[in-house]
């Protein structure tokens, strides 16, 4: 079983920058594929970036060049580096890890965009 926290949410101005953070328990952190996902309000989830276990990365083209999607396997962690954030990037942040059959998910975390 994996457990997934997500972290560092907020409230932001047009143009700055946030970095959330996934903190995930249990074992074989370094084996799972993760991602970070959002959902805007009245949205369906969308995929944002993914990262596999060996550091390859996929970003989402509305936030290709401002997002960076990144793994710390000693800290059991998955970062997402956000800037230059723009009102459409307000959503609920997920975070996803996946290993063939098994898939789990944080709780979300809120990033709000406004000025």
């Known amino acids: 079983q994996v457990q997934l926290v997500e972290s560092g949410g907020g409230l932001v101005q047009p143009g700055g920058s946030l970095r959330l953070s996934c903190a995930a328990s249990?074992?074989?952190?370094?084996?799972?594929?993760m991602g970070w996902y959002r959902q805007g309000p009245g949205k369906q989830r969308e995929l944002v970036a993914t990262?596999?276990?060996?550091?390859?990365?996929n970003y989402a083209d509305s936030v290709k060049g401002r997002f960076t999607i990144s793994r710390d396997n000693a800290k059991n962690t998955v970062y997402l580096q956000m800037n230059s954030l723009k009102p459409e990037d307000t959503a609920v942040y997920y975070c996803k890890g996946y290993l063939l059959t098994r898939v789990y998910w944080g709780q979300g975390t809120q990033v709000t965009v406004s000025s």
């Open positions: 249990g074992s074989s952190f370094s084996l799972y594929a």
């Open positions: 990262i596999t276990s060996g550091g390859s990365t």
